[in-house]
């Protein structure tokens, strides 16, 4: 590309550190200890990094107003490899002191941006619009232009202000789409993401084929486009604000698998933990016409240095009615974090056979082990005696949502004694033992203060429904809307999704003292209801009622724009720091995780802009270059979905996300909070 450098939307203002505020841990009784059947096993793998790749047909240009002679004013270029429509969108907060002129190459000068060149006969453009572009409470004024059948090759940008801006830069960002079926498609080498570790994308051109979709990610299908790129790199933003270009290569070496196959891979050491920026850039000669494409990835590193061992023990309760697998650990972790396992065992009835037995999982804190541990009654079930093996186990920050360390397989060892008393426990208390898979079992035993007796079920009777609002938000709700509810208010706030979580449980159970509630969660809001429900024992677990989790616009499987946008508010003195948990990357490993018993609980709602006519208006017309269609301006639909469980309760349009679309906020459509308020259990 001619005349700039791309870099970061997302690079002055990053947190150094990943976790904003420390939210004690409960303590280990107060964390469920789940476990499933091996019909689960599927549904619980960390899917490839390809479930969370981001493809585009723009770019991002930066532009920072230089000072000359009392004049404000940046130039560049960009190159236009589309006969069909460009989108032009700016995002400043300083937009009203700024002006905008363009060049077409076609041109003999350049002409002001302004509604004069929309309109009669001179009219080069399509529309104009005006909108927030952002994540709830992390939003900036948009302002697009849209051309139809615009000429293409390098058109001139010129961008002076009528005042004097800040010293510092950038003023603003240009997002330039081109519509096109090529597109940049780029993916995360891997979900281990620790300090000291490589980090790194795979990138490639691809042409789509917009007639055919593909059954595994329901987007179009794709060929990869080769010898086409001239330029290929990778800009990376440290946590601290240091920017560094890598080199892209498809040259066989090193990181890349295959020399001139169209995949271009980078990777650099990350030195120190918080969240990166990971911005891959593709320039060349499409068609006989110049292109450039760009995405960013937000990858937030572990600073935990936890590593599974190669050893593992059993041991059992005094009762005999839990099984304990200590797996041995190497490195540190000032957080508990999220453990994971399969448990195999010999068969009892052809010793020469392995059979699985159930998956096990929970918050665990980390010492020289790690230990998980699992109701005696699954052995039983699956016809299983020792000795037993650990398979697919891995261990997981539980606060930004990437992997730690994995192991594929280690056999347990017994404990002195052990061996013997398992198996004569398996003969005693088989006859007793039925094909009914307990609470105990799924999460581990009750704690006193969650066990509903007589006196305590008529204060459960009398519970509340929970309104919760999202990632950097204010008040949402409207309470008048809802009966014997409370509004969370947690507002303009930034939190990991376990923090969320012990956060709406502190509202409810400490603030309120309430023994029974349900919840009804906006966008984030709705992740880290679930998260509750999975991981700790709260009162949602004695909600009396229909529903015990509702949601509207919650990014279960993430959200595009975080990985691009979720600094922006801060970059510009509004909204909140960068969530990982909000990145298409950190939902994923996030949900895999997440159980299935867990999202049988939730009744998820969606909404998206009005698409009944071609001149319909987008929720955000900015919003539309980054995200898959249909979205809400925020979230796509396609990534707002349960995939193991929970009841999709249908997608209602001219609806947006929030307040400053181009349609109503989708938590004001009082039809809807009049079902979820009567169907809520409380």
């Given at each position: 590309m001619k005349g700039f450098t791309f870099a970061s939307l997302l690079v002055l203002v990053v947190c150094v550190g990943v976790v904003l505020c420390k939210i004690a841990t409960p303590s280990v009784e107060l964390r469920k200890q789940l476990a499933g059947p091996p019909s689960e096993f599927a549904h619980m793998e960390v899917p490839d990094t390809a479930a969370a790749s981001l493809r585009a047909d723009s770019t991002f240009l930066p532009f920072t107003l230089k000072n000359s002679r009392g004049s404000f004013t940046w130039t560049s270029d960009y190159p236009v490899d589309t006969p069909e429509q460009i989108t032009v969108t700016v995002l400043s907060p300083h937009k009203e002191n700024l002006q905008f002129w363009l060049k077409a190459p076609n041109d003999n000068e350049y002409r002001k941006v302004d509604q004069s060149l929309f309109d009669g006969p001179l009219s080069m453009g399509k529309s104009y619009f005006s909108s927030h572009f952002g994540i709830d409470g992390a939003v900036v004024p948009s302002y697009s232009y849209v051309f139809y059948n615009p000429p293409t090759g390098y058109w001139g940008i010129i961008i002076n202000s009528t005042s004097e801006l800040p010293s510092h830069g950038p003023h603003g960002y240009l997002l330039l789409d081109n519509l096109s079926n090529y597109k940049i498609l780029s993916k995360l080498n891997s979900y281990v993401l620790e300090t000291g570790e490589k980090a790194g994308v795979t990138v490639q051109l691809i042409q789509e084929n917009p007639h055919e979709i593909s059954a595994a990610d329901s987007l179009p299908t794709y060929t990869t486009v080769k010898d086409v790129i001239t330029v290929a790199k990778l800009h990376v933003t440290t946590p601290s604000g240091q920017e560094v270009t890598v080199p892209l290569h498809d040259d066989g070496l090193e990181d890349d698998a295959v020399a001139n196959d169209g995949l271009y891979t980078a990777t650099i050491t990350t030195a120190t933990a918080g969240n990166y920026v990971f911005q891959p850039i593709l320039e060349g000669i499409l068609n006989q016409q110049p292109f450039a494409r760009s995405v960013s990835h937000l990858v937030g590193v572990s600073a935990e240095t936890v590593r599974i061992g190669s050893s593992a023990n059993y041991r059992y309760s005094a009762d005999k009615s839990i099984v304990y697998f200590d797996v041995a650990v190497t490195g540190r972790s000032s957080e508990p974090v999220l453990a994971y396992a399969q448990v195999w065992g010999q068969s009892a009835t052809n010793p020469s056979q392995t059979v699985p037995v159930a998956w096990v999982e929970s918050i665990v804190d980390v010492t020289n082990t790690v230990t998980l541990q699992l109701h005696h009654n699954w052995v039983v079930l699956a016809k299983a005696v020792p000795p037993f093996t650990l398979k697919q186990i891995t261990l997981q920050d539980k606060e930004i949502n990437t992997i730690l360390s994995q192991s594929s397989a280690i056999h347990v060892k017994e404990t002195e004694g052990q061996t013997l008393s398992l198996l004569h426990l398996y003969k005693n208390v088989v006859p007793t033992v039925t094909s009914t898979i307990t609470e105990a079992m799924k999460y581990g035993p009750r704690p006193a203060q969650y066990t509903l007796t007589n006196a305590t079920m008529s204060t459960a009777s009398t519970g509340k429904l929970i309104l919760v609002h999202g990632y950097c938000s204010g008040e949402v709700w409207d309470p008048s809307q809802f009966?014997?509810?409370?509004?969370?208010?947690?507002?303009?706030?930034?939190?990991?999704?376990?923090?969320?979580?012990?956060?709406?449980?502190?509202?409810?159970?400490?603030?309120?003292?309430?023994?029974?509630?349900?919840?009804?969660?906006h966008s984030q809001g709705g992740l880290a209801s679930v998260h509750l429900k999975a991981y700790y024992w709260s009162g949602l677990d004695n909600a009396q009622g229909n529903r015990v989790i509702q949601s509207v616009g919650s990014p279960y499987q993430g959200c595009s724009l975080a990985g691009t946008l979720a600094d922006l508010g801060g970059m510009f003195g509004i909204g909140c720091s960068s969530n990982n948990d909000l990145a298409p990357n950190g939902a994923q490993v996030w949900l895999s995780k997440v159980p299935h018993e867990a999202q049988t609980k939730v009744f998820y709602y969606t909404t998206q802009y009005d698409d009944s006519w071609f001149l319909s208006p987008a929720c955000v017309t900015a919003s539309g270059m980054v995200l898959h269609s249909p979205n809400d301006g925020t979230c796509e639909i396609k990534f707002s979905t349960l995939d193991k469980a929970g009841y999709n309760m249908g997608t209602v349009k001219k609806f947006c996300h929030t307040d400053g679309m181009n349609y109503p906020p989708q938590t004001k459509d009082a039809s809807r909070n009049a079902i979820m308020n009567r169907e809520a259990a409380r």
């Amino acid at each position: 590309m001619k005349g700039f450098t791309f870099a970061s939307l997302l690079v002055l203002v990053v947190c150094v550190g990943v976790v904003l505020c420390k939210i004690a841990t409960p303590s280990v009784e107060l964390r469920k200890q789940l476990a499933g059947p091996p019909s689960e096993f599927a549904h619980m793998e960390v899917p490839d990094t390809a479930a969370a790749s981001l493809r585009a047909d723009s770019t991002f240009l930066p532009f920072t107003l230089k000072n000359s002679r009392g004049s404000f004013t940046w130039t560049s270029d960009y190159p236009v490899d589309t006969p069909e429509q460009i989108t032009v969108t700016v995002l400043s907060p300083h937009k009203e002191n700024l002006q905008f002129w363009l060049k077409a190459p076609n041109d003999n000068e350049y002409r002001k941006v302004d509604q004069s060149l929309f309109d009669g006969p001179l009219s080069m453009g399509k529309s104009y619009f005006s909108s927030h572009f952002g994540i709830d409470g992390a939003v900036v004024p948009s302002y697009s232009y849209v051309f139809y059948n615009p000429p293409t090759g390098y058109w001139g940008i010129i961008i002076n202000s009528t005042s004097e801006l800040p010293s510092h830069g950038p003023h603003g960002y240009l997002l330039l789409d081109n519509l096109s079926n090529y597109k940049i498609l780029s993916k995360l080498n891997s979900y281990v993401l620790e300090t000291g570790e490589k980090a790194g994308v795979t990138v490639q051109l691809i042409q789509e084929n917009p007639h055919e979709i593909s059954a595994a990610d329901s987007l179009p299908t794709y060929t990869t486009v080769k010898d086409v790129i001239t330029v290929a790199k990778l800009h990376v933003t440290t946590p601290s604000g240091q920017e560094v270009t890598v080199p892209l290569h498809d040259d066989g070496l090193e990181d890349d698998a295959v020399a001139n196959d169209g995949l271009y891979t980078a990777t650099i050491t990350t030195a120190t933990a918080g969240n990166y920026v990971f911005q891959p850039i593709l320039e060349g000669i499409l068609n006989q016409q110049p292109f450039a494409r760009s995405v960013s990835h937000l990858v937030g590193v572990s600073a935990e240095t936890v590593r599974i061992g190669s050893s593992a023990n059993y041991r059992y309760s005094a009762d005999k009615s839990i099984v304990y697998f200590d797996v041995a650990v190497t490195g540190r972790s000032s957080e508990p974090v999220l453990a994971y396992a399969q448990v195999w065992g010999q068969s009892a009835t052809n010793p020469s056979q392995t059979v699985p037995v159930a998956w096990v999982e929970s918050i665990v804190d980390v010492t020289n082990t790690v230990t998980l541990q699992l109701h005696h009654n699954w052995v039983v079930l699956a016809k299983a005696v020792p000795p037993f093996t650990l398979k697919q186990i891995t261990l997981q920050d539980k606060e930004i949502n990437t992997i730690l360390s994995q192991s594929s397989a280690i056999h347990v060892k017994e404990t002195e004694g052990q061996t013997l008393s398992l198996l004569h426990l398996y003969k005693n208390v088989v006859p007793t033992v039925t094909s009914t898979i307990t609470e105990a079992m799924k999460y581990g035993p009750r704690p006193a203060q969650y066990t509903l007796t007589n006196a305590t079920m008529s204060t459960a009777s009398t519970g509340k429904l929970i309104l919760v609002h999202g990632y950097c938000s204010g008040e949402v709700w409207d309470p008048s809307q809802f009966t014997n509810a409370l509004l969370f208010t947690d507002y303009k706030q930034s939190r990991t999704q376990d923090q969320f979580a012990l956060l709406i449980k502190k509202f409810a159970e400490e603030t309120h003292s309430l023994k029974s509630y349900g919840i009804v969660g906006h966008s984030q809001g709705g992740l880290a209801s679930v998260h509750l429900k999975a991981y700790y024992w709260s009162g949602l677990d004695n909600a009396q009622g229909n529903r015990v989790i509702q949601s509207v616009g919650s990014p279960y499987q993430g959200c595009s724009l975080a990985g691009t946008l979720a600094d922006l508010g801060g970059m510009f003195g509004i909204g909140c720091s960068s969530n990982n948990d909000l990145a298409p990357n950190g939902a994923q490993v996030w949900l895999s995780k997440v159980p299935h018993e867990a999202q049988t609980k939730v009744f998820y709602y969606t909404t998206q802009y009005d698409d009944s006519w071609f001149l319909s208006p987008a929720c955000v017309t900015a919003s539309g270059m980054v995200l898959h269609s249909p979205n809400d301006g925020t979230c796509e639909i396609k990534f707002s979905t349960l995939d193991k469980a929970g009841y999709n309760m249908g997608t209602v349009k001219k609806f947006c996300h929030t307040d400053g679309m181009n349609y109503p906020p989708q938590t004001k459509d009082a039809s809807r909070n009049a079902i979820m308020n009567r169907e809520a259990a409380r």
